[in-house]
């Protein structure tokens, strides 16, 4: 069983579409990151969420921590051909550096 | 090159042979980590390590082997390789805050036991 469970797992928008992805657990996280892969590369780090209800914007992302800093969201305006990707979220098992990984939404923004 | 990155970048390989990966990192982090990614469970820690000489298992450790005599060099061992340790491998090392700081993944390298 997932720590972490995302959702959707596939996500097919038309370029200019907003879109949400979401990342839900029922334990407690300290922090949540999520990453962005592309195919045949590794996971790279958008941003790291820390205090609940803590919102954080990246450009055309919006990223959220839940009040109880149980689950999280990502939110693309305006989504373009250059956000298609695995999104994936992690945060620590316990109060350390180990991250526990969600199993990623797949995103494809058609042009 | 700075960075972090991993050799080979594909392998194919039989059933019961030994299969060694290898991670290279320039920034002298202290943490580096061992991944595996399969569909539908994302990334799985398999093993890490806080500095050289100093490893411990993460939630998949089970047929893997891992050394760390140099801090930039961080091998992982499949001993006997299975057809269930086809998967793609990622190494990623993190320098110290595990909260402000981010966890650099390599390029990967993808594993296909025969």
């Known amino acids: 069983t997932q720590l972490l469970e995302q959702s959707p797992q596939f996500l097919s928008i038309q370029e200019g579409e907003n879109l949400t992805v979401y990342c839900n657990s029922s334990s407690v996280f300290s922090s949540l990151q999520w990453y962005r892969q592309e195919p045949g590369e590794g996971p790279v780090l958008l941003v790291t969420v820390v205090t609940g209800g803590e919102v954080k914007k990246l450009k055309r992302l919006t990223f959220q921590f839940g009040d109880a800093r149980k689950d999280s969201s990502l939110h693309i305006t305006a989504a373009q051909p250059g956000d298609t990707g695995l999104y994936l979220c992690a945060g620590p098992r316990s109060n350390d550096y180990k991250l526990s990984f969600g199993a990623g939404t797949t995103v494809t923004v058609r042009a | 090159d700075a960075g972090i990155t991993q050799s080979p970048r594909y392998k194919i390989t039989e059933t019961g042979r030994q299969v060694t990966l290898m991670c290279h990192q320039t920034?002298?982090?202290?943490?580096m980590f061992w991944y595996r990614q399969d569909l539908g469970h994302g990334l799985r820690l398999i093993y890490y390590s806080a500095a050289a000489d100093i490893t411990d298992k993460g939630e998949v450790p089970d047929g893997y082997v891992v050394s760390r005599s140099k801090t930039e060099n961080f091998p992982l061992t499949l001993e006997s390789a299975t057809r269930s340790q086809t998967s793609v491998y990622f190494c990623a090392s993190l320098g110290g805050d595990f909260i402000r700081d981010t966890q650099y993944f390599g390029p990967g390298t993808r594993l296909t036991v025969l």
């Open positions: 920034w002298s982090h202290s943490y």
